[in-house]
């Protein structure tokens, strides 16, 4: 077994006690948060790599409770951005020490812009900048972020909710429930992934996905690139259709989140045009038609623009699968040290990684 594969088997009961630790301390801190970002006029979601992606399933959650979020890459933030007078931040970073997110935490300091880290790492120049602080708890991946996605995303999004006042409770229990379902279904998972033609290490893929889940489109890009060595685009479900259409031929893969109450009926049509076309497609989400699509991956029932939160995995057991394909080491970095701590240039790959 990799590390990899080790990693997303353990995934939804590490978030589970994520979960857990939270509400055992009274939703203290996420409290804390909330009420600074309801006092807040903008509130910019940072993060770098894949803390990025699970930073567009926040920004949804935000956005969907009426509050004026910007998802902002931090490097992009840091060299060309300005900070606006009351602004909060919530950085997610899983060690807090990426090159980017040190220096912005310097430039929120400088400007008065409270921080709010979400991140498993205690005393690093994040956490001593943030006004408060979100630690996750959980154990580390062994290199490549599962569960140091996946537990980012779920810390924020707690965040947002509890922001629009939401029955934190009751929440804990609907997500603890679905956690536990998707565990359940990771074995059928792997034996659909076992059994399908669908992956491909010489083919074009190319993800798609709509308002929290693409996050999970974005994480899957990465997971590609990372795990399996082989690249990727993700893009929004409706940007694709203006123009990015274009690219498919016969034997392009394709991979779709389908969201349970918007746009449901349009997508599966595009999922269907993309299959006449000649691509091969895959779906994720929950009651879907049958023979809908080349693979189908069914995802528990959660709160509303929750599906985030396992509907990345079967992606994730995807890229691991893949990687034993092409013949390539999940588990191993050939360019990318595990922490980014400078700019420019590329630098050795240190697989040593899985704590500090």
């Not at 409770?169 to 034996?191: H, P």
């Not at 029932?301 to 929750?306: F, Q, V």
Request: contains cysteine; aromatic residues 8%; hydrophobic residues 50%.
């Amino acid at each position: 077994m990799t590390k990899l594969l080790h990693d997303i088997l353990r995934e939804p009961a590490e978030l589970a006690g994520i979960l857990s630790r939270f509400s055992e301390s009274r939703w203290e801190g996420i409290l804390a948060a909330a009420g600074l970002v309801r006092s807040a006029s903008l509130i910019y979601v940072v993060g770098i790599g894949s803390s990025w992606n699970a930073g567009w399933a926040v920004t949804a959650l935000l956005q969907k409770y009426g509050f004026a979020a910007h998802p902002a890459d931090a490097s992009e933030l840091l060299h060309f951005g300005t900070l606006a007078a009351g602004a909060v931040a919530i950085v997610l970073s899983r060690s807090g020490r990426s090159v980017e997110i040190v220096r912005l935490a310097s430039r929120f300091a400088e400007a008065g812009v409270p921080v709010v880290a979400i991140t498993n790492t205690a005393d690093t120049p994040l956490t001593r900048a943030a006004r408060v602080v979100l630690q996750m708890g959980a154990r580390f991946d062994h290199l490549v972020s599962v569960t140091m996605y996946s537990g980012l995303a779920l810390t924020g999004g707690l965040v947002a909710s509890a922001a629009a006042r939401a029955d934190l409770d009751g929440l804990a229990l609907e997500l603890q429930d679905g956690l536990a379902r998707a565990e359940a279904e990771l074995e059928g998972w792997r034996k659909q992934l076992a059994e399908s033609v669908w992956l491909d290490p010489t083919a074009a893929t190319y993800f798609l996905a709509r308002g929290g889940t693409l996050a999970s489109a974005c994480e899957a890009r990465l997971l590609w690139e990372e795990a399996a060595k082989r690249p990727a685009c993700a893009i929004g479900t409706g940007t694709f259709r203006h123009g990015t259409q274009e690219m498919v031929f016969p034997g392009t893969r394709i991979g779709m989140w389908i969201d349970p109450l918007r746009l449901r009926c349009e997508d599966l049509m595009l999922a269907g045009n993309l299959a006449g076309a000649g691509a091969q497609v895959l779906l994720i989400g929950r009651d879907l038609p049958a023979h809908a699509a080349h693979l189908a991956f069914e995802v528990p029932r959660l709160p509303a623009d929750w599906e985030f939160l396992t509907g990345t995995i079967p992606a994730q057991l995807a890229a691991e699968r893949l990687a034993a394909l092409g013949g390539v080491d999940c588990d191993a970095f050939r360019l990318c040290p595990y922490i980014i701590d400078s700019e420019g240039g590329l630098a050795p790959g240190k697989t040593e990684a899985g704590g500090f």
